[in-house]
Nanobody
Framework: QVQLVESGGGLVQAGGSLRLSCAAS????????MGWYRQALGNQRELVAG???????NYADSVKGRFTISRDNAKNTVYLQMNSLKPEDTAVYYC???????????????WGQGTLVTVSS
């Protein structure tokens, strides 16, 4: 099995910064896509940022220019640097990854438990 564990969430004032980390552990051959999603109270879960194994990235328009996603393939870890945080960024942030557990196996979608980010006005 594969587990994703997020860390780095917390309470921050508007304009501040946080850095989220998500480490994958377990039986891992390779990880293709890794991404960060968020879900605010009463809202649907939405993609915040994603990064492929070769480091190509994509961002939601709402965070473009403020957030930066990166990954360390050797550590099976993805990061989300969040700058200029706004109250509307408040949400539970979830890590997602497409993980291959064997050389010939298919990629499995794995989710972390989430970490809460609260941005005060």
């Amino acid at each position: 099995q594969v587990q994703l564990v997020e860390s780095g969430g917390g309470l921050v004032q508007a304009g501040g910064s946080l850095r989220l980390s998500c480490a994958a552990s377990g039986t891992i051959f390779s990880i293709n896509y890794m991404g960060w999603y968020r879900q605010a109270l009463g809202n649907q879960r939405e993609l915040v940022a994603g990064i492929a194994r070769a480091f190509s990235t994509n961002y939601a328009d709402s965070v473009k220019g403020r957030f930066t996603i990166s990954r360390d393939n050797a550590k099976n870890t993805v990061y989300l640097q969040m700058n200029s945080l706004k109250p509307e960024d408040t949400a539970v942030y979830y890590c997602n990854a497409a993980v291959q557990t064997t050389p010939t196996g298919r990629y499995l979608e794995v989710w972390g438990q989430g970490t809460l980010v609260t941005v005060s006005s």
